[in-house]
């Protein structure tokens, strides 16, 4: 199994077993937080011009049980961020996680705390603070192109907040997606903490690790879809803050996500047409056999192809790099019409398109990280320059496909991004 494949399965199994197995909803006690200081960190500054407001909101499926918890309706939580009046100040901006998800993030076992290798207990999460002022009004001036971004398998929604957060700086409104369960936790409004069940899932004896890898993606898809849908019923809804749901131009979706998020954006265009352009940011389009190391099982995008627009951002991890390397990539490149390019970012890791690149540094000066895990997380690119990089490239592909405007940096190979190896 591939890097992306292990942070499913080892990564989460050796969560299982530092923790005991995680699932059942309810209230998280905090752990003890000690007397050592805890490292603090910052997002990085959004670059465009508007500022941006944010609001969450939870979804309950009506017509679907949750295929993780028998008995019960499917619940999500999603987050809006959105071009708002002025800039957040003080108290106001929205915190990164909020308590209860931040507690549980940084605690010993999580598959978050795993996952990324931080120091248990050692991190502030709660009080890293966005840029985003909390369920502030919508800026008026017409409906906005839409993305929807979906984290990695085991990743909270939050996990690409200083992407998401420029994307709505340049104008875009950007839904999150919290796939609960699968989530290293997902809280929810009344006070419940909805956790993972993949480590409990994957320590089962006999596994089968490619079906149980096809059911996250299937369910990841599904609850996409779900979110579509929710979409258009927004203006009846009345949570949303004011002018939201009539900024929202839902002829012009697109789909950005990170490892199986990006997995899951490019199955969801294919699946569902108002998906009308995709990013995967480094997640496999092919899974294991049952014994989650040998043979390869092709997506059914990957199979079929895309019509539609996609972009393909890999790393420099064993298993990533060039499309020609990975089988559901290169599938998908041979079996696809529609325009498509593929960039590798030269001294990434895995986590290089997430905010693992930006907040991950600081918390190694604080030593809440050790270098060793730092340079397995992000390798040794200039975290500014990877995160310059990828928000330049994703709104670039964002601008061609949902507003029609070509700044050209999709073209080719980059002089403004020379460690971009570029491949049409």
Do not use: N
């Not at 898809?221 to 131009?249: I, K, M, N, W, Y």
Request: glycine share 12%; proline share 7%.
């Amino acid at each position: 199994m591939s890097r992306r494949g292990r942070a499913v399965a080892a990564v989460l199994l050796a969560a299982t077993v530092s923790s005991g197995a995680v699932g059942a909803p309810g209230a998280v006690a905090a752990p003890g937080r000690g007397t050592e200081r805890q490292a603090r960190a910052w997002l990085p500054q959004p670059t465009g011009p508007y500022p941006v407001g944010t609001t969450s909101l939870q979804l309950t499926d009506d017509h679907r049980d949750d295929p993780w918890q028998a008995g019960q309706h499917r619940k999500l939580m999603i987050s809006f961020w959105y071009p708002t009046t002025r800039p957040a100040g003080g108290d106001e901006r929205a915190p990164y996680m909020v308590p209860a998800a931040a507690d549980h993030f940084g605690s010993t076992g999580s598959a978050g705390q795993t996952a990324h290798g931080f120091e248990p207990g050692r991190t502030d999460w709660a009080g890293i603070r966005t840029h985003a002022r909390a369920d502030a009004p919508v800026l008026p001036g017409g409906k906005r192109p839409v993305v929807l971004y979906s984290a990695g398998f085991g990743d909270p929604r939050t996990w690409g907040t200083g992407l998401v957060e420029d994307l709505a700086s340049r104008g875009y409104v950007v839904v999150t997606v919290d796939h609960t369960y699968d989530a290293s936790e997902v809280a929810f409004p009344h006070g419940d903490l909805a956790t993972s069940v993949l480590p409990a899932l994957f320590a089962q004896p006999g596994v089968d690790a490619g079906a149980l890898l096809r059911k996250i993606l299937q369910t990841r898809v599904d609850d996409t879809r779900f979110v579509l849908d929710r979409l258009g019923e927004l203006c009846h809804d009345q949570q949303v803050p004011s002018g939201l749901a009539a900024s929202l131009d839902l002829d012009r979706i697109g789909m950005v996500g990170h490892s199986g998020g990006g997995s899951t954006a490019l199955q969801a265009m294919h699946d569902d047409p108002r998906l009308k352009a995709g990013i995967d940011l480094d997640g496999q389009l092919h899974f294991p056999g049952p014994d989650g190391h040998t043979g390869v099982f092709l997506t059914s995008v990957a199979q079929d192809g895309l019509t539609k627009p996609f972009l393909l951002m890999g790393t420099q991890d064993g298993d990533s790099g060039s499309y020609h390397r990975q089988p559901g990539w290169d599938a998908l490149w041979q079996h696809s019409t529609g325009w498509h390019a593929d960039v590798t970012l030269t001294g990434s890791r895995h986590g290089s398109y997430t905010d693992a690149q930006s907040l991950l540094p600081q918390l190694a000066r604080q030593g809440a990280i050790s270098a060793e895990q730092l340079a397995d997380d992000i390798g040794d690119v200039r975290p500014d320059r990877a995160v310059s990089a990828t928000r330049s490239y994703v709104a670039s592909f964002l601008d061609r496909w949902l507003r029609g405007h070509d700044d050209h940096l999709l073209d080719g190979p980059s002089p403004r991004f020379p460690e971009m190896v570029y491949e049409r």
